[in-house]
């Protein structure tokens, strides 16, 4: 499965990286090590504080947990099967601040409206995987329309939809192209949702990608996971009508929300066939029509 190519070329990344490699687990460390080394820099884990998921690497649920105690964050699953374990320096001014780091020790006292695009953002022309990947979840007609505006994290390997308040840029939710979890990541703390579109009738979809498909019909929201928060429900009250997309199985957190938003503004059910964003356009158009009739 490993090739001695990537096996170099991954060993080289974690001699770059200074990362220190348990030598037991080595072998099966290396071949993920960037991966769980991005992963690990993106949870932007504060010094002094623990985090506790899934595996990035073997998948089991909550066995993986990391601790930063200000030098090293020091890592590892906890499931039988998994070897994965082991240290990463945190880094300090003197090395190139990534992202993260540059977060941690310098903008942790500013408002949290304030995004800056990192410099690993480039344009999503510039990675034909992400490319593709608009292409596969139909957002790319929003994106050529300028409805969304996408871009590509060289860093971490993911293909980006910026989050706006009119015209500024509040956010950034990125979708891994490596099979990374968390699979969408948000950038920054706002507590924006992330829409496309400008219609006066929302579809409140699971996802950017979902948001941005539909964003020819209607203004689609993503709720990326979450709960509603009072600021979402005032977000959303500048539409005639919301339309909450659901399962057919419909999930607790998709009836919690319309219940939610119900005393609120004016909400309505969609049960979805697909999900939206694995529509062909047609058909996706015809079911929104028939449905929001
Ligand atoms: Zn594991």
């Known amino acids: 499965m490993c090739t001695l190519r990537d096996y170099n070329s991954d060993l080289q990344h974690a001699v770059n990286k200074k990362i220190h490699l348990t ?7 290396l071949v993920n090590m960037s991966m769980i080394h991005d992963y690990i820099e993106s949870l ?10 899934d595996c990035p690497s073997c998948g089991h649920k909550n066995s993986f947990a990391a601790f930063n105690d200000g030098m090293n964050i020091i890592f590892k699953c906890f499931h039988a099967d998994c070897n994965v374990k082991g240290r990463l320096r945190v880094r300090l001014s003197a090395d190139p601040p990534p992202l993260r780091t540059r977060n941690r020790y310098e ?3 500013k408002s949290l409206d304030s995004f800056h695009i990192p410099d690993t953002f480039v344009d999503i022309s510039r990675s034909a995987v992400a490319m593709r990947y608009m292409k596969d979840v ?4 929003a994106y050529s329309h300028r409805t969304v505006r996408l871009m590509y994290d060289q860093r971490l390997n993911r293909a980006v939809f910026l989050i706006r308040d009119g015209s500024k840029t509040v956010d950034a939710v990125g979708r891994t192209l490596a099979d990374v979890k968390p699979k969408w990541y948000r950038y920054g703390k706002s507590k924006q949702l992330f829409t496309a579109g ?6 409140l979809v699971e996802d950017c990608a979902s948001a941005a498909s539909v964003s020819h019909l ?6 990326l996971g979450t709960s509603l928060l009072k600021e979402h429900i005032v977000q959303l009250k500048k539409f005639d009508t919301v339309y909450v ?6 999930t607790k957190l998709g009836l919690k929300t319309v219940q939610t938003l ?5 909400v309505r059910m969609l049960i979805l066939e697909d999900d939206l964003k694995n529509m062909e356009k047609e058909k996706l158009n015809e079911f929104i029509r028939r449905k929001t009739d």
Do not use: C
């Open 245 to 250: 997309a659901l399962d057919k199985d419909a």
């Open 44 to 53: 932007n884990i504060q010094g002094g504080t623990r985090y506790r998921s």
């Open 138 to 141: 139909n957002v790319f007609d």
């Open 23 to 29: 030598q037991n687990s080595f072998g099966y460390m």
């Open 262 to 266: 119900k005393p609120h503004l004016n």
């Open 218 to 223: 209607m203004t689609g929201v993503a709720m």
């Open 198 to 203: 400008d219609a006066r009738d929302a579809v």
């Open 107 to 109: 903008e942790s006292d």
